[in-house]
């Protein structure tokens, strides 16, 4: 059975620093594919706000999402995002991050746990995976708490380099009561979760979070799941969103959700099965 929609709801230009191509051309790769719409979410690493020149590149990325908005708008919906990587890091600076723009989905993202590099840079052993995930899900929680976001980005981002780079096996049954916390408060918030299809073009082969999560957080009464592909590149523009779509339904999810104006809009997973 076909879905209903293909829509991707976390990519980056090249306004962001790891992001290779420019909007227009992200615009065309998501036409040419034939996705329904796309959100752009450029990064602002709040931690780095001034010193990275954040503020000039959000503004830039508003700039030119914004037009292409109205340049594609007979062929897709393009929806301005941002990702917020370590909001508690400079609550100031991602305040003001979020009026650089009139976004449509905000992502609240951990890179970084506090004083500690990005994941991407750790060197990992068996002695130090489970403080720094620690680290990790204590932040995670006090981010959902903070709630000036839509979804939380990739639930499980530290194992795409643990698991998946280093091949450290990791017991993540010590996180299940911590990331109940963190399901409990977003959906007694009305906020939501990703699914990140990067992993699945990745060393670690699965979405970020995993279906297990996606499941649980359905099971709770989460209702917001939004589906993105993390990509960098055009090419990467709706990779895996099939399988999102798949996972989101396996798991018990009827709708899959994108945001307008910070509003979420519920898009039914089969178009036979909207009355569910
Ligand atoms: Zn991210
Ligand atoms: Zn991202």
């Known amino acids: 059975m076909k879905f209903s929609y293909c829509f991707d709801s976390h990519i980056h230009s090249d306004n962001s620093p790891d992001g290779n191509n420019t909007v227009s051309h992200i ?3 998501a036409v040419e594919k034939g996705l329904q719409g796309i959100t752009i979410t450029d990064h602002c690493e709040v931690n780095l706000f001034y010193k990275d020149l954040y503020d000039r590149t959000v503004r830039q990325s508003c700039f030119e999402v914004s037009k292409a908005a109205s340049v594609f708008k007979d062929f897709i919906g393009i929806f301005l995002g941002i990702e917020l990587g370590q909001p508690l890091q400079d609550i100031a600076a991602a305040e003001k991050a979020l009026t650089l723009g009139r976004f449509d989905f905000v992502i609240a993202s951990l890179h970084n746990v506090r004083g500690q590099p990005d994941f991407y840079y750790i060197n990992y052993n068996k002695e130090n995976v489970y403080d720094l995930l620690d680290g990790y899900y204590n932040e995670l929680l006090q981010m959902a708490m903070w709630n000036e976001f839509d979804v939380l980005g990739h639930l499980t981002y530290p194992l795409r380099y643990i698991i998946g780079e280093h091949g450290i096996s990791v017991d993540m049954s010590r996180y299940d009561k911590i990331i109940d916390e963190i399901f409990t408060v977003l959906i007694k918030n009305g906020k939501g979760i990703e699914i990140n299809t990067s992993g699945l073009r990745q060393k670690i082969g699965v979405t970020l979070p995993d279906e297990k999560y996606i499941k649980r957080y359905h099971d709770l009464g989460g209702q917001i799941l939004t589906i993105g592909s993390d990509a960098h590149n055009a090419n990467d523009v709706g990779a895996g969103i099939q399988e999102g779509m798949e996972i989101a339904y396996n798991a018990g999810f009827r709708h899959i959700t994108l945001f ?13 099965k909207m009355d569910e």
Do not use: A, G, Q, V
């Open 260 to 272: 307008k104006n910070r509003t979420p809009i519920r898009l039914p997973i089969y178009p036979e």
């Open 27 to 29: 615009c065309e790769s």
